[in-house]
Structures are given as C-alpha cells and as structure tokens.
C-alpha cells in the first residue's frame, strides 16, 4: 500500500534556527496537509495545501511558518524561528482526487527545541 | 469552534472482552466521521469512515463504527478484542464543505492477554 513518508523521525533545534519537516505523499495525492500533536494534547491541523497554493490555514499558522511543493513529489513545511513551543509532532498527510477523501498520514517528525 | 470529544482517556481490558469507545462532536451540519488507530511505534491508520448511507459502518480488523446523527455520535466497537489491538485510537470529524480534520483527543486501549 503507497505510503506517506516523513523525514527526519527526529529533529533537534536550537530556539530561534529555521527548521525544514520534509515529506512525500502519496503520488497520485492531490490535497496536503500538516497536522502536529503537542505531548499530551490533540491532534491540531496547521495547514492544507491544493493545486499549489493554501487552501486552509489554522490561527496556529502564523507568519513563521510556511509551506512549498517545490517539486512533484515533496511538500515541505517551514518554520523561520522556532520558539520552545513549537515542539511537537508533525504529521503530514495526503488526500486523493477530491478534498474530502480519507487522508493518509505519514509516521510524523519529532521537533525538539531546545 | 467545532470540537470533538472522547469519553475515555484510557482503557484497560482483557482479550475477548468486548470494546466500545465513545466519540461525540459539536457541528451541527453535514459531517464526515473517522475512526484513525495508531499502534505503537506506527503512523496514523484509518479504521473505518462514514460519509453518508447506513449509519453502521464496518472496518478492518473487525471494527465497526455506528453513526447516531440525533447524538452527534459516532462509537466505535469490538465484540472481542485482542492482545495486538493495543493502540491509542482517535476519532475524526470533517465538515462537509471543509477537508481538515478535528481530532479528539484519543484513547489508549491496552489489551491484556
């Protein structure tokens, strides 16, 4: 079954660095998106993603972040300045044709700031 | 703001013991409803849907889900659970017109053999 790939498992930051989660829908994926679970809370959506532009973005979602399919297969998600706050786990996940199709999540980065 | 509850925070049973988790959500419109499980160690895995059609909707791994639209529930069950379905399951509603996901806050189910 086609997967959704996260990379790296594990990122460790100093506060304030700029920090890239990096992953790979499923191929035929039209819609994309970036979830995080803070240790302890809820599963929070962050930001979904269509025909190259944000279609969603949550308060959460603020001018520190940002998101790029800068080729056909990765979708990146971009914090400038990481706060102590910003670690979490990062979920990436994919849809198929149509936006309210189930979505595929990748096995998620682990953001450390330190 | 939408939100999405999960009655139990932990549940600790026995193999062949029956499961039911509860999930309720406070949208009042069109909703689609996800259970996601997540095994140690594993991704995100989707259990089952319910998108429109018979409220009661069957998964993998013998999981079954039931739609009670005058509750704004969507429960899922297991008549007879096993060792393996150690997991922390989550619950999921999408509104209709919208793709993201709201989560509840999940529930860690540990089997004791």
């Known amino acids: 079954e086609p997967e959704v790939t996260q990379t790296p498992s594990h990122q460790v930051t100093q506060m304030g660095q700029e920090v890239i989660l990096r992953c790979v829908p499923i191929?035929?994926?039209?819609?994309f998106y970036w979830y995080r679970q803070i240790l302890g809370q809820k599963v929070e959506f962050l930001v979904s993603f269509y025909n190259n532009e944000i279609s969603e973005k949550s308060e959460i979602f603020d001018d520190q972040f940002s998101v790029e399919r800068p080729d056909g297969s990765n979708f990146t998600l971009k914090i400038r300045s990481t706060k102590l706050e910003d670690s979490a786990m990062y979920f990436c996940?994919?849809?198929?044709?149509?936006?309210?199709?189930?979505?595929?999540f990748g096995d998620g980065t682990r953001l450390s700031i330190l | 703001a939408q939100s999405v509850s999960q009655h139990n925070h932990h549940v600790i049973l026995s193999e062949a013991a029956s499961l039911e988790l509860g999930c309720n959500y406070s949208y009042g419109g069109t909703v689609n409803l996800f259970w996601y499980v997540q095994y140690p160690g594993q991704h995100l895995q989707l259990l089952l849907k319910?998108?429109?059609?018979?409220?009661l909707v069957k998964g993998i791994k013998g999981f079954e889900a039931e739609f009670i639209k005058s509750k704004f529930s969507f429960n899922l069950r297991k008549p007879s659970v096993q060792w393996s379905d150690t997991a922390e399951y989550f619950c999921a509603v999408q509104r209709s017109n919208d793709y993201k996901l709201s989560f509840g806050a999940g529930t860690t189910v540990t089997v004791r053999a």
């Open positions: 191929s035929n994926h039209l819609y």
């Open positions: 319910y998108f429109s059609g018979d409220p």
């Open positions: 996940a994919s849809s198929g044709m149509t936006g309210n199709q189930p979505q595929h």
